[in-house]
């Protein structure tokens, strides 16, 4: 391991300046601004290379040093990616580390600052214990995220819920998991309903899960087959409905299932929106989606992709909970329930 500082005029010619000495791995131990009167400001970054071993050395302390610590390739792309607020941010690289995970992650810029604007770090004094600081803005990250089960069965009431989201998000294979989990974990009786006024064949997909599971199945082209079905599950504890999935821009056929879905009864919501797909679909697909009055988000094919920024997103546009998050194609493994820490971690690291 070996120590070395490099000076430049600006924190990008010194990174660079790292980058072709020591290699894009090595760590950044500290950056400062050295001002002399009469003379430009310098930047001096201490970088540390063949820092890769230092966990191997002593696993315990070494590693979670370097876990604080940031290397200079991620230092360069957050250089790339912002501005003058990362001036404040660059001689603390504890802090800075967690700053480029979420922006890497694709948490919008806008909303990282806020977290960190609102840990009272930034406003002027000076702040000697960056751990806490970094402590502060996970805890206001963590403060946003609200989670909630739409089955946690208190009561013996029925629980109605219909499923909402564009097409191949998931919805279906979605249903299937929750109504297996149901069924075998909770022992609730199930029943499914398939509200589809467009697809014959969509029922298909439905049909052959509810018959595995040995499940009653409907399938519903209105509103009054809708309460019928719903009549003769009386007794489920639980009616899942699935729903044709709808083009976000196909504004007629969001309005058809509106109707379709009686405000009356007691029937909730849950949009699914894919963590896979990119920001602006996502927003249009929340936004045009929210004249069904959906109550959680259940966040999609978590597998399909590394970034998983957008549901922090996704919570700072419209505040609402998270159900659950689905993790792959298996029914009925590939579901979990959403936990605020899981959910904190898939944000921030
Ligand atoms: N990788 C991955 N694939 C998933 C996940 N959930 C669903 N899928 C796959 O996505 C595809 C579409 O799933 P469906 O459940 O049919 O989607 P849908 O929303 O019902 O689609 P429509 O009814 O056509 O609107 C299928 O191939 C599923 O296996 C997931 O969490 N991860
Ligand atoms: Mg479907």
Same mark, same amino acid.
């Given at each position: 391991?070996?120590?070395?500082? *490099?000076?430049?005029?600006?924190?990008?010619?010194?990174?660079?300046?790292?980058?072709?000495?020591?290699?894009?791995?090595?760590?950044?131990?500290?950056?400062?601004?050295?001002?002399?009167?009469?003379?430009?400001?310098?930047?001096?970054?201490?970088?540390?290379?063949?820092? !890769?071993?230092?966990?191997?050395?002593?696993?315990?302390?070494?590693? !979670?040093?370097?876990?604080?610590?940031?290397?200079?390739?991620?230092?360069?792309?957050?250089?790339?990616?912002?501005?003058?607020?990362?001036?404040?941010?660059?001689?603390?690289?504890?802090?800075?580390?967690?700053?480029?995970?979420?922006?890497?992650?694709?948490?919008?810029?806008?909303?990282?600052?806020?977290?960190? @604007?609102?840990?009272?770090?930034?406003?002027?004094?000076?702040?000697?214990?960056?751990?806490?600081?970094?402590?502060?803005?996970?805890?206001?990250?963590?403060?946003?995220?609200?989670?909630?089960?739409?089955?946690?069965?208190?009561?013996?009431?029925?629980?109605?819920?219909?499923?909402?989201?564009?097409?191949?998000?998931?919805?279906?294979?979605?249903?299937?998991?929750? #109504?297996?989990?149901?069924?075998?974990?909770?022992?609730?009786? $199930?029943?499914?309903?398939?509200?589809?006024? *467009?697809?014959?064949?969509?029922? @298909?997909?439905?049909?052959?899960?509810?018959?595995?599971?040995? $499940?009653?199945?409907?399938?519903?082209?209105?509103?009054?087959?809708?309460?019928?079905?719903?009549?003769?599950?009386?007794?489920?504890?639980?009616?899942?409905?699935?729903?044709?999935?709808?083009?976000?821009?196909?504004?007629?056929?969001?309005?058809?299932?509106?109707?379709?879905?009686?405000?009356?009864?007691?029937?909730?919501?849950?949009?699914?929106?894919?963590?896979?797909?990119?920001?602006?679909?996502?927003?249009?697909?929340?936004?045009?989606?929210?004249?069904?009055?959906?109550?959680?988000?259940?966040?999609?094919?978590?597998? !399909?992709?590394?970034?998983?920024?957008?549901?922090?997103?996704?919570?700072?546009?419209?505040?609402?909970? $998270?159900? *659950?998050?689905?993790?792959?194609?298996?029914?009925?493994?590939?579901?979990?329930?959403? !936990?605020? #820490?899981?959910?904190?971690?898939?944000?921030?690291?």
């Amino acid at each position: 391991m070996q120590v070395k500082k *490099y000076r430049a005029r600006t924190i990008k010619e010194a990174s660079a300046k790292v980058k072709k000495v020591l290699g894009p791995d090595a760590m950044i131990l500290s950056t400062q601004k050295i001002s002399k009167v009469g003379e430009n400001d310098v930047f001096e970054i201490t970088a540390l290379t063949g820092a !890769e071993n230092i966990s191997d050395e002593s696993p315990n302390m070494l590693g !979670e040093v370097k876990q604080e610590l940031m290397s200079i390739k991620e230092m360069l792309y957050l250089l790339n990616n912002s501005d003058v607020f990362i001036e404040k941010l660059i001689t603390y690289p504890g802090v800075l580390s967690l700053y480029t995970k979420m922006i890497k992650n694709g948490v919008n810029d806008r909303y990282v600052r806020l977290f960190f @604007e609102r840990t009272g770090a930034f406003n002027g004094h000076p702040v000697n214990d960056m751990k806490s600081v970094k402590d502060r803005a996970l805890k206001e990250i963590r403060n946003v995220i609200d989670v909630k089960d739409p089955f946690d069965i208190k009561k013996n009431n029925q629980i109605i819920a219909a499923f909402i989201g564009t097409t191949g998000v998931g919805k279906t294979t979605t249903i299937a998991k929750l #109504a297996a989990r149901l069924m075998l974990e909770k022992t609730k009786k $199930v029943g499914l309903i398939s509200l589809d006024a *467009y697809r014959i064949g969509a029922m @298909e997909q439905l049909k052959t899960y509810a018959n595995i599971l040995g $499940v009653p199945c409907f399938q519903v082209f209105k509103k009054k087959d809708l309460l019928f079905a719903l009549r003769r599950m009386e007794g489920k504890d639980v009616v899942l409905i699935d729903t044709a999935g709808q083009s976000q821009y196909d504004r007629s056929r969001l309005d058809e299932l509106r109707r379709l879905i009686p405000g009356d009864l007691d029937i909730s919501t849950h949009l699914l929106l894919s963590i896979a797909t990119n920001e602006s679909e996502m927003n249009k697909a929340a936004d045009n989606f929210r004249c069904l009055k959906y109550q959680s988000y259940i966040f999609t094919k978590r597998d !399909e992709t590394q970034k998983c920024g957008s549901i922090l997103n996704q919570i700072m546009e419209q505040s609402l909970p $998270v159900s *659950y998050i689905t993790t792959g194609q298996n029914v009925p493994e590939d579901i979990e329930q959403a !936990e605020r #820490a899981k959910l904190l971690k898939l944000i921030v690291s």
